[in-house]
């Protein structure tokens, strides 16, 4: 209930059974006065600086502190002119106190004491340290000052702090200058390093190749979208696919079609046909040859001559067999018909003593043996050079061309797969035998990127990991596990896809000096901290 008292007042909400006493009580309460919250009225008061500022927002009161910096410099030119004096100056103190008690007027402050420093920097000799020094005790004469102890300390603190400003910003300059250097050499040298893989996998891709994007580019993005593929699956899949890219390159390049597979057989058959033009090279007659000639076969056992020249009794049959053949060679004149089947047997008995791999005197020997059917072949095409048979010539040079590429296709085929093996191209590009065309492309791929080469004959499937992942997670955590085989898949097929191929291999190099180093920093290093070391004795005493 609501009781009304004699002046007036009414207490209300006041429960039944309450006695005289409380009611008064209550009563008594009522008529005390309110406390006041000083936040609310009192501008000095630390509760209404703390809640709004002494003169308002930041931006007012950054405002406000700039604008001090140019009245203090007026008050300590009209000082100087006895206009003012030293209780003028510290009344005036007392009542910026509270601005300059705030970050944003103190910032602002030295902000203005920057900025009209800036300017003169450009005299010259200013920039200099004594320079710097001598202009910081003069901007310290401009400034008021509240006893003659703080005057000379404003001298000597501008003249300290001016040159010890000039002197930091010039280490700091230099520094910075060393930074941007050594960044850019990084870069550069990075780059250098990288050119000639990235070229490489920049023709490769062309091609059709796809790498995993961390083995060109081993960025932390790409080693966590492999790591959610599978690594080791995007590797297999990544070989998959390549190795169908080598057997495309290498039918290009002997002219097969698309759908032929590569087989010995096959190989035969397009020496055979290119080989006819051997036949009329026959009836070319007697080839004369030169000096040149005579030398290229005396440097056949050059490897073998400077072992046994060392090594006396390392003298083995293949040795004998290369002496041989270089005095079988070295005569003035052959005939063309021999010469052109004696091509053929040294190319063949080449090759199969190239192919035995753990002995490295057949090897040797298969060496000279190819290297001499090169020479014959030299001797011949000059030959038919100087008859004046264009076309014979050109015919020749492309039979030649074909059927050295059968030979090296063959040599790097795997016949129980019918695939071209990438690592052999390769290792036959390091023994500086002659690749050419789409075979060169195969070798240099392979040889930058060995694993993404290799023969891979199966496609990655689903791993027992995921596979027991999916089905325990799937059905004990969250259904959406069931999906993550199928999830995984997706996202090789993603990383190995044309756009994020080009998107994400590109080489990977150190930050170059970006818009801070290159611009901000020097400004810093060269301006502004100067500037602050000169215009220090401003607000030094705020």
Do not use: C, W
Request: aromatic share 4%; glycine share 10%; proline share 5%.
């Amino acid at each position: 209930m609501n009781v009304a008292m004699p002046d007036g007042t009414t207490i209300t909400n006041v429960p039944e059974g309450t006695t005289k006493k409380e009611l008064m009580q209550r009563y008594a309460a009522s008529k005390k006065p309110k406390t006041l919250d000083p936040s609310e009225y009192d501008p000095s008061s630390a509760e209404f600086k703390a809640k709004y500022g002494p003169t308002g927002s930041n931006a007012e009161n950054a405002l406000a502190g700039a604008g001090k910096f140019f009245v203090d410099t007026g008050r300590g030119l009209k000082q100087r002119m006895g206009m003012l004096g030293m209780d003028d100056i510290a009344k005036y103190r007392k009542l910026d106190e509270p601005l300059m008690d705030t970050k944003a007027g103190m910032a602002g402050n030295i902000g203005a004491g920057i900025a009209s420093t800036l300017p003169a920097l450009a005299i010259p000799g200013v920039n200099t340290v004594a320079g710097a020094g001598l202009f910081g005790m003069g901007m310290a004469e401009t400034q008021p000052f509240a006893s003659e102890a703080e005057r000379a300390t404003n001298l000597a603190l501008g003249g300290v702090a001016g040159a010890g400003g000039q002197k930091l910003g010039q280490m700091a300059g230099s520094k910075i200058a060393k930074n941007i250097a050594g960044k850019e050499s990084a870069r550069a040298a990075a780059k250098a390093d990288q050119a000639v893989k990235s070229a490489t996998l920049n023709s490769a891709q062309k091609a059709g190749y796809v790498v995993p994007p961390s083995s060109a580019r081993p960025s932390v993005t790409n080693r966590v979208v492999e790591s959610i593929a599978g690594k080791a699956q995007t590797q297999q899949q990544a070989a998959v696919k390549n190795q169908a890219v080598t057997n495309k390159l290498a039918r290009l390049e002997l002219g097969m079609d698309e759908g032929d597979p590569i087989t010995k057989e096959a190989l035969r058959v397009i020496r055979q046909n290119a080989g006819k033009v051997y036949e009329e090279v026959k009836n070319i007659g007697t080839v004369s040859v030169g000096d040149s000639y005579k030398t290229k076969i005396a440097q056949l056992s050059r490897t073998a001559d400077d072992i046994i020249e060392s090594f006396p009794d390392a003298a083995d049959a293949s040795t004998k067999k290369i002496h041989k053949l270089q005095e079988s060679l070295q005569r003035d004149e052959f005939n063309a018909k021999g010469a052109v089947e004696f091509v053929k047997k040294l190319r063949s008995d080449g090759r199969k003593n190239m192919q035995a791999f753990d002995n490295p005197a057949k090897n040797a020997l298969g060496r000279a043996q190819r290297e001499a059917a090169s020479i014959l072949e030299e001797e011949i095409e000059a030959a038919i050079k100087q008859s004046g048979n264009a076309d014979l010539m050109q015919r020749f040079n492309e039979a030649r061309t074909l059927i050295a590429k059968t030979h090296t296709v063959e040599s790097a085929l795997n016949e129980g797969t019918g695939n071209v093996m990438a690592k052999r191209l390769a290792s036959d590009m390091g023994k500086d035998k002659a690749l050419s065309g789409n075979l060169k492309e195969i070798a240099k791929f392979s040889a930058a990127f060995p694993k993404a080469a290799a023969e891979q004959l199966s496609s990655p499937g689903v791993s027992a990991l995921d596979t027991i992942t999916a089905v325990m997670g799937g059905s004990a955590v969250n259904p959406a596990l069931y999906g993550l085989p199928a999830a995984r898949i997706g996202a090789r097929a993603g990383i190995l896809s044309k756009p994020y191929q080009r998107m994400a291999t590109g080489p990977l190099l150190p930050s170059a000096p970006g818009a801070f180093d290159r611009i901000m920093a020097p400004e810093i290093a060269n301006k502004i901290i100067p500037a602050a070391g000169i215009s220090l004795p401003a607000y030094i005493n705020e």
